[in-house]
């Protein structure tokens, strides 16, 4: 049954665009004709309320354009999309993360970058005012399908006076390792039987590819060959891995399972229920937001993302991006209209960074800004963006993500060998390899 639904939802995204994407760049239009662009996007109260002010300055330059902006909760918004785009309904502008938003390109359901209308010269243009590499995600034969909106990476949070309550030093004896993460841990859980009532760190369940991955890549695996023809390798590595995690769940040290409520929640109300979370530098503002006493307390920080002690490779949590596309399908005239705001709150990118929820937009402008450098523990997210990559982003990449999920939450929570795990996973991955 599964695999029947995910075949239909590969099938509904391959069903070919009304209009191809190349189509509405060399159309004719009359710019001055009323025009009205549908604009989905994820909830997000700080940039809600910078996005309705922009806009509304936007349509005030643009009197022939209304915007009618749309959020929905960033895991609904993904299945929205989906279903709409299934119907030939899909919103004229949307966002959402690459990995779900990849696929759009593949199967032309959207409309590469009008550079002009978007506020560019040209193509190079565009690849000029980014830092290098980050366009790379959404080009394909040449063409440019996506302005990002935001690129994120996860650090980790600490707060102090959890770990100055079991005895510790926040500024000394923070995690380096991850075994260095578990010992600490297990210093920091307060348990009442096997609940546990405080933990130390717990993982961002169920985002896999974002740091999972990462940690079996340090150990020296991979998820795909580098032809990207062959799943899992590395089973050292894997097995490795996927022992830490059997290990840090109920029926090993009893550290966090997947059946508490995350972690980067509960972080920002300081109710000593949670010393270390896995989270971004939006982080920042959502603790300002709702707890501006613990925000302006410093008693928190923020650390680099451990490696295992034997690591082989120096790998950071994943970097991903929510991209602004356009909808292949949409006329000419809504698809420049999109652009022309897609460009326009992209020009607005410290506005973004301090009053939209913390959120870097990767220009190469903004990593030059004090703006950003003064924000606080920036440092700490540049540096392990430089020692990070892309999350994986195929057009399978959500199948590949519930695949491992699959195992680690086998072993975690079932009582699945790692070995087993990892035949299953391997087996089911290279199926959908194999299919794609």
Known sequence: MKKALVMLALFVLIIPAALFAAGAKEAVVDENAPVTV???????????????????????????????RTTQSAVKQIELVQTAFAANQGPDMFNLPIENQYAYITNSRVAPVDYKAAGYANKQDLLDKYIP????????????YGLPLELTNWSIYINKKVFRSAGLNPETDYPKTWEEMADISAKLVLRDGDILIR?????????????????????????LSADGKKAIIGDDAWIKALTFMKNWGPSGRNLGSPTYK???????????????????L????????????????KEWMVVPFPVFKDAVRNVASCYYGHFFMVNADAS????????????FLLSHGEDYLTRGGNIIQPTKALFASDTL??????KVFIDDMNRSHMIYYGENSAQIQTL??????????????????????RAAAQEVIDEQ
């Open 404 to 425: 491992i999920r699959n195992a680690v939450e086998s072993v975690m929570l079932s009582g699945v060998s790692p070995e087993k795990a990892l035949a299953t996973l």
């Open 199 to 223: 933990r130390g760190f717990d993982f961002r369940y169920p985002y896999y590819l974002t740091f999972f991955v990462p940690m079996v890549e340090q150990l020296g695996g991979d998820l």
């Open 373 to 378: 450098k003064n924000m606080p523990y920036s």
């Open 133 to 144: 590499g980050v366009l790379d995600t959404v080009t394909l034969n040449g063409e440019v």
């Open 38 to 68: 549908q604009y989905w996007t994820h909830e997000d109260p700080a940039r809600t309320q910078l996005e309705t002010e922009l806009i509304a300055e936007f349509m005030a330059k643009h009197p022939n354009i209304t915007v009618v």
């Open 262 to 280: 995350n972690a980067r929640n509960i972080f920002n109300q300081d109710n000593n229920d949670i010393a270390m979370a896995h989270t971004g």
């Open 332 to 343: 000419p005239a809504v698809q420049k209209a999109a652009w022309k705001l897609s460009g």
């Open 282 to 297: 939006y982080q920042e503002g959502r603790i300002q937001k709702d707890n501006p006493a613990f925000f302006n307390s």
